[in-house]
């Protein structure tokens, strides 16, 4: 699993060449080009009827790449440019095609695999949606399969007088059709899927439920917070949402692991930066980074627990009894370690607790797993003890 920022959270990209690391960390974090970082918004809303320096846009997003390139920093995927949701252009298909051909360019000359593309909407009757989109998808395939880039659809809001509904690729069984079929015409794994966060929030949808459904489909999760109203991205855990809506990010993260996803975490903060002075984004961009951190291990934790070929609990409080009732049945613990003395030979849930010093003689392929808060304490503790895997269990997103 990789965690990539979107460029959309990062200000003063003409200073990345010079201070990459004041942003992230090369080796731990990529970065996901977002066209939005360099085109307006509304800069396809206005092609053919506003003066727009469309070269110039290019111009700072190749130098972008330049300089990644220079400083070793990985590029996850990109976005193309994207139609508003209430747009009124029906006459830019064209375009969009012709921009797609340019991303899939732009991605197989920067070492980009993913390439995020929004189904085609406006305009279009519900009946034709497939044909219009299965047109589009297949001419970009053939490109991208040559290119050996992967195409990624990204689910979508509606507007219908006013108000935003479930648009093309929200439901996840169409999604899921529409890849299979892409992929099974072109013979290779082309097409995946990028989950947006924000638009299932805005369309009322369970995220978890959506991501376990695509399952290995999904390549990519587009991480932002909104209020259940209105668009925006904004860092999770840190939004005062509407009439007491909150987003589920335990069910997404319960989502996730059912398909064990392997993929990107974008994070887009955008609107989170955007409220602070330049002199306070330094410490947001480590807060983000936390975030980041956090969701990835939670996504991970069960891989870790299912893929180690045996484990060991340290920590017999209620921490332990949780990982007791959720995962023994199939992930049992060889036995479980204390420093409390006055646990030694007594039993939780059936299995023995041992002091630390039986760590010492434990095989290198078994796993230990900590179970309790003082997760840096412990893991040093285990380290002086000769441990050479070691893994964190936490109770907060249990199935």
Same mark, same amino acid.
């Given at each position: 699993m990789q965690v *990539?920022?979107?460029?959309?959270? &990062? /200000?003063?990209?003409?200073?990345? +060449?010079?201070?990459?690391? *004041?942003?992230?960390?090369?080796? @731990?974090? +990529? &970065?996901?080009v977002d066209a939005e970082s360099f085109y307006s918004r509304n800069a396809l809303e206005g092609y053919g009827v506003t003066a727009f320096d469309a070269g110039g846009a290019r111009e700072r997003c190749r130098k972008l790449l330049r300089d990644c390139a220079r400083h070793g920093v990985s590029i996850s995927a990109m976005r193309m440019p994207r139609l508003r949701w209430d747009t009124k252009r029906t006459d830019l298909r064209e375009l969009l095609l012709q921009i797609g051909t340019e991303g899939i360019d732009a991605c197989a000359g920067a070492g980009c695999g993913n390439l995020v593309i929004q189904p085609l909407f406006s305009g279009i009757p519900r009946a034709l949606l497939w044909q219009e989109n299965h047109r589009y998808y297949a001419a970009l395939g053939r490109k991208a399969r040559q290119a050996g880039v992967r195409i990624l659809l990204e689910n979508q809001c509606g507007h219908v007088n006013g108000h935003l509904v479930r648009g093309v690729c929200a439901d996840a069984a169409v999604a899921a059709e529409w890849i299979d079929t892409l992929n099974e015409e072109l013979e290779a794994e082309v097409f995946g899927f990028c989950l947006d966060t924000q638009a299932c929030s805005l369309c009322r949808q369970d995220m978890g439920e959506m991501a376990a459904y695509l399952g290995e489909k999904v390549k990519a999760v587009l991480v932002r917070e909104c209020d259940g109203v209105h668009e925006a991205c904004r860092l999770p855990f840190t939004g005062i949402n509407a009439a007491g809506y909150d987003m589920d990010w335990s069910g997404l993260v319960r989502g996730l692991r059912k398909s064990a996803f392997d993929g990107i975490l974008i994070m887009d903060a955008s609107d989170t930066l955007r409220g602070f002075s330049h002199l306070f984004r330094p410490q947001v961009y480590t807060l983000i980074r936390s975030v980041a951190d956090y969701l990835q291990w939670q &996504?991970?934790? =069960?891989? %870790? &627990?299912? =893929? *180690? @070929? @045996?484990?060991?609990?340290? +920590? #017999?409080?209620?921490? %332990?009894?949780? /990982?007791? #009732?959720? !995962? @023994? =049945?199939? !992930?049992?613990?060889?036995?479980l370690c204390d420093n409390d003395p006055s646990r030694w030979g007594t039993k939780v849930c059936g299995v023995e607790v041992r002091p630390p010093e039986a760590l010492r003689d434990l095989p290198e392929e078994v796993v230990v797993m900590i179970c309790n808060t003082f997760y840096e304490e412990t893991a040093a503790q285990l380290k002086a003890l000769g441990v050479k895997k070691i893994g964190a269990f936490s109770d907060e997103c249990l199935p």
């Amino acid at each position: 699993m990789q965690v *990539s920022f979107s460029t959309k959270s &990062i /200000y003063g990209l003409g200073r990345l +060449g010079s201070d990459p690391d *004041s942003v992230l960390d090369r080796n @731990a974090y +990529g &970065i996901t080009v977002d066209a939005e970082s360099f085109y307006s918004r509304n800069a396809l809303e206005g092609y053919g009827v506003t003066a727009f320096d469309a070269g110039g846009a290019r111009e700072r997003c190749r130098k972008l790449l330049r300089d990644c390139a220079r400083h070793g920093v990985s590029i996850s995927a990109m976005r193309m440019p994207r139609l508003r949701w209430d747009t009124k252009r029906t006459d830019l298909r064209e375009l969009l095609l012709q921009i797609g051909t340019e991303g899939i360019d732009a991605c197989a000359g920067a070492g980009c695999g993913n390439l995020v593309i929004q189904p085609l909407f406006s305009g279009i009757p519900r009946a034709l949606l497939w044909q219009e989109n299965h047109r589009y998808y297949a001419a970009l395939g053939r490109k991208a399969r040559q290119a050996g880039v992967r195409i990624l659809l990204e689910n979508q809001c509606g507007h219908v007088n006013g108000h935003l509904v479930r648009g093309v690729c929200a439901d996840a069984a169409v999604a899921a059709e529409w890849i299979d079929t892409l992929n099974e015409e072109l013979e290779a794994e082309v097409f995946g899927f990028c989950l947006d966060t924000q638009a299932c929030s805005l369309c009322r949808q369970d995220m978890g439920e959506m991501a376990a459904y695509l399952g290995e489909k999904v390549k990519a999760v587009l991480v932002r917070e909104c209020d259940g109203v209105h668009e925006a991205c904004r860092l999770p855990f840190t939004g005062i949402n509407a009439a007491g809506y909150d987003m589920d990010w335990s069910g997404l993260v319960r989502g996730l692991r059912k398909s064990a996803f392997d993929g990107i975490l974008i994070m887009d903060a955008s609107d989170t930066l955007r409220g602070f002075s330049h002199l306070f984004r330094p410490q947001v961009y480590t807060l983000i980074r936390s975030v980041a951190d956090y969701l990835q291990w939670q &996504i991970g934790m =069960e891989r %870790c &627990i299912r =893929e *180690s @070929a @045996a484990r060991v609990l340290f +920590g #017999a409080g209620k921490m %332990c009894r949780q /990982y007791m #009732a959720h !995962y @023994a =049945e199939n !992930y049992p613990p060889l036995f479980l370690c204390d420093n409390d003395p006055s646990r030694w030979g007594t039993k939780v849930c059936g299995v023995e607790v041992r002091p630390p010093e039986a760590l010492r003689d434990l095989p290198e392929e078994v796993v230990v797993m900590i179970c309790n808060t003082f997760y840096e304490e412990t893991a040093a503790q285990l380290k002086a003890l000769g441990v050479k895997k070691i893994g964190a269990f936490s109770d907060e997103c249990l199935p």
